[in-house]
């Protein structure tokens, strides 16, 4: 994410977590793997479709996120930024200008050569008013966009950007004659999608003329499951070979003492909250948002959800990210300040309000003990289930809604609270000043500095309730290996997962 280094190390707890799991033992190492072996992987994260600019969910970037698609820049699953399709690139001395010079020999899946005109349309996708990538707005900082020539690529911004290599890792790099990528593809990446049946799988093959190193295996299907114990039943079955996030502690003691399988926690960036719509009342007042926090033991619900995992960050900024602060004592448990500040507020008998919470695991235990904990301080929560198509349109989209339930996967998205124009509403000025000027600096300490900074106003303001960081942990088969464990922004890399004969 730095300026002028072509790579940077995260903290180095999240290259320790990654080193340490993916430790092998001495008999795992021995064993013959088949290269033709097609790996089976559990989900509970179908795609709502295939296009990462179009409302398409966590899910899509799990399964195309660097094996269909890639980018100029990759974010390894160690956390460092190193280029992808980039194979060099020149910032100018007012750092205005990027100039991008692409890899040889990269085809689409098509066919067709990658060229810069590729790399321009596949930015403006972002860029496009009607482009519904979370990233959207971090690349506004785009002036223009010139190709000279079919191998580079001049990106001229309209301010310094720090982080553009960082922002630039989510753009997928997509064929410009390409229409419809909402189901289908014709992106660089090792494989090729072989099948979408919706509801159930979804299969992709080694693409044999891929730039890069091959795959180590024949293929994988992502299987879909809507409930996390069908899941945990098909990794027991064999009919799955890994689950890529378990969603309860009490699945961890049908694997974790079994030699049969694997069990390996990393570091996690998944955030489960609930979000206020900041523009009305009652969330509009930083005091409600306050005492709401105030009455919610997020430790309880912790325990509950995940027993001895997961991490209270008090914040939507995890450890991974370098402007973590530990602000688990902003808003702290305290039921009867809670009720206090209700009544300083306004409200002293309380006041009722609907959450939309998404219809899959964990949302509905958790909007349970919310309403339980709020009920003690007078307050009255309306639980709406909702499937995850409907909270993008009612939600995400139309933003109408009292408050909602969500986990962000992301990496590095407190940016998400400098625009007041996100789905929750959240308008700090400050905030906004901070996180835009942080991308103006010259060095990572200073824009460390300032999101440090902006982190704790926004966790003095309550903006949303940050319930806790979720665990990462993968299991597998004993026979797999090779697997990515953080999954960082909900990416899961295949190519170099391998399955013993």
Excluded: C
Excluded at 72 to 77: G, Q
Excluded at 256 to 278: C, H, I, P, Q, R
């Amino acid at each position: 994410m730095t300026r002028f280094p072509m790579t940077r190390r995260s903290f180095a707890s999240l290259a320790l977590a990654a080193t340490s799991a993916l430790a092998l033992s001495a008999a795992a190492q021995a064993q013959a793997f088949d290269p033709e072996a097609v790996v089976n992987i559990g989900s509970l994260y179908e795609p709502q479709n295939l296009d990462n600019t179009a409302g398409a969910g966590q899910g899509i970037n799990e399964a195309f996120n660097g094996n269909v698609y890639e980018g100029l820049f990759v974010l390894t699953d160690e956390g460092d930024v190193e280029p992808k399709l980039a194979a060099d690139y020149e910032i100018s001395d007012d750092g205005l200008t990027y100039t991008f010079t692409l890899q040889d020999g990269v085809t689409f899946h098509s066919g067709d050569p990658l060229t810069a005109a590729d790399v321009k349309s596949s930015i403006e996708r972002v860029t496009a008013e009607n482009s519904a990538s979370s990233r959207k707005s971090t690349l506004a900082v785009i002036d223009s966009i010139e190709t000279p020539d079919d191998k580079t690529v001049v990106v001229t911004l309209k301010t310094p950007s720090i982080s553009l290599p960082y922002n630039l890792s989510y753009v997928w790099i997509v064929n410009d004659a390409a229409t419809d990528i909402s189901s289908s593809e014709d992106g660089t990446g090792p494989y090729t999608l072989q099948e979408w049946r919706r509801g159930s799988a979804l299969s992709m093959v080694p693409f044999e003329g891929y730039w890069g190193e091959k795959p180590s295996n024949g293929g994988v299907m992502f299987q879909y499951f809507t409930d996390a114990t069908a899941q945990n039943n098909a990794l027991l079955t064999g009919a799955v070979d890994i689950i890529t996030s378990v969603q309860s502690p009490d699945a961890l003691s049908m694997f974790s003492d079994n030699d049969d399988f694997t069990v390996s926690e990393g570091a996690s960036t998944t955030k489960e909250l609930m979000a206020y719509n900041d523009r009305i009342e009652p969330f509009d007042d930083p005091k409600v948002r306050g005492a709401l926090a105030m009455a919610v033991d997020n430790e309880k619900l912790l325990n509950a959800i995940w027993g001895d995992y997961g991490t209270l960050i008090g914040s939507f900024v995890p450890p991974t990210d370098p402007w973590y602060v530990d602000l688990t004592d902003v808003n702290a448990y305290d039921p009867e300040a809670a009720k206090a500040q209700l009544a300083e507020a306004g409200y002293p008998d309380g006041f009722s309000f609907t959450l939309d919470t998404p219809d899959y695991d964990p949302h509905p235990v958790v909007a349970q003990f919310v309403q339980n904990e709020l009920a003690k301080v007078g307050v009255e929560v309306k639980i709406n289930i909702i499937t995850a198509n409907e909270w993008y349109t009612k939600i995400y989209k139309a933003h109408d809604f009292e408050a909602t339930l969500q986990e962000h996967v992301n990496h590095r998205d407190i940016v998400f609270y400098g625009n007041p124009d996100f789905y929750w509403g959240y308008d700090n000025p400050e905030v906004t000043r901070l996180i835009a000027e942080s991308e103006n600096v010259s060095s990572m300490e200073e824009q460390t500095e300032m999101l440090a900074e902006a982190n704790r106003i926004i966790a003095e303001d309550a903006a949303s309730m940050w319930l806790y960081l979720y665990p990462q942990i993968v299991v597998s088969t004993a026979n797999v290996m090779g697997y990515p464990l953080n999954g960082l922004n909900s990416q899961f890399f295949v190519s170099d997962i391998k399955k013993a004969e």
